[in-house]
Nanobody
């Protein structure tokens, strides 16, 4: 499955941003789609994921600010980030677990200025 992430940019602290990840296959056929981020010098980390059945999960460190959702008709998974902080600065990637394999899209840069 191919993934295309978009929506990143330069935002002031306190602002909001919605990232989108378009999949080349039906969202219903993909076990999970996750949003990950990788800050400079750090490992890539999962921040949120959604299952084919629509069950969502957000890691505790960003809970309350990050929301994952989907538009099934467009095979798109969104990540809405509110109350952005400088420490949210990272490259954000979407990853899909499809038939036992993980596919990655190219990342989208999010930069939060203080």
């Amino acid at each position: 499955v191919q993934l295309q992430a978009s929506g990143g940019g330069l935002v002031q602290a306190g602002g909001s941003l919605t990232l989108s990840c378009v999949a080349s296959k039906s969202i219903f056929s993909i076990n999970t789609v996750g949003w990950y981020r990788q800050a400079p010098g750090k490992q890539r980390e999962l921040v949120a994921q959604i299952s084919s059945g629509g069950t969502t999960g957000v890691v505790d460190s960003v809970k309350g600010r990050f929301t994952i959702s989907r538009t099934t008709a467009e095979n798109t998974v969104h990540l809405t980030i509110n109350s952005l902080k400088p420490e949210d600065t990272a490259v954000y990637y979407c990853g899909a677990n499809y038939r036992g394999s993980v596919s990655w899209g190219k990342g989208t840069q999010v930069t939060v200025s203080s």
